[in-house]
């Protein structure tokens, strides 16, 4: 079972604290008022008020032990920045951090956090990419150059099979899934045909999704 502390239980570092214990994780979740605490504390494992930014509370809660620190502190750059030293100099193995803007991002990529996520701008630019294209579904951005989208199978497949369309050699992508009738069908075999109404989840570059989303 891997383990998680969460520092900072705003909404986006409670719903990820609450998340990953409902899959299954350790989940110690922190945070300086004992109100937020109390709000996740029937949905994590452990429930703490502290603060982050004293080394000696993280020290005392053990958190070097834990597989992974999330520090989800993105409004208070003074506070993400210390309780991220503190996790770093502590040893935490991973260190994933909120940010609020690029600035923000690069301090705490200088401090050591193993990886940035900036939630409203991702979401801004999957919702983007989704809207620009009229037959792209959901849009999953894994990386500058990689993404995963959902997108309904175009008319001129409808009745081949993947062997016959040969998907990975012509366009550079991968199906890793088709949903069908509600029901998903994941890595689906050479033989498998599509019909009307199906819908692909694709992995594939930036260059190779967009020659799909013109078929």
């Known amino acids: 079972m891997k383990s998680y502390i969460v520092v900072g239980l705003g909404r986006y570092g409670a719903g990820v604290a609450c998340e990953l214990c409902r899959l299954g994780c350790e989940v110690l979740a922190m945070d300086v008022s004992s109100e937020l605490v109390s709000q996740v504390a029937g949905n ?3 429930a703490v008020v502290g603060d982050g930014q004293d080394k000696e509370v993280l020290r005392a809660l053990g958190a070097k032990e834990f597989d992974c620190a999330i520090v989800a502190i993105g409004g208070d750059l003074a506070a993400s920045v210390l309780v991220t030293m503190n ?3 502590l040893g935490v193995p991973k260190i994933v951090c909120k940010a609020h803007d690029e600035t923000h991002r690069r301090v705490l990529e200088k401090l050591g956090a193993d990886q940035v996520v900036i939630p409203e701008q ?3 630019a999957r919702l983007a990419r989704s809207l620009s294209s009229t037959n792209v579904l959901d849009y999953i951005e894994l990386s500058h150059e990689y993404g995963i989208i959902e997108a309904p199978v175009p ?3 409808e009745g081949k099979s993947l062997k016959e ?5 012509k366009l550079g992508i991968n199906i890793l899934a088709v949903r069908r009738s509600g029901s998903f069908n994941v890595s689906p075999a ?3 045909a599509f019909i009307q109404g199906d819908v692909m989840v694709i992995l594939g570059d930036s260059k190779a999704l967009k020659k799909v989303q013109k078929l």
């Open 165 to 169: 369309l040969n998907v990975r050699a």
């Open 155 to 157: 008319t001129a497949w």
């Open 122 to 124: 991702e979401q801004a």
């Open 190 to 192: 050479a033989d498998f």
């Open 44 to 46: 994590v494992t452990h």
């Open 87 to 89: 996790l770093k100099e």
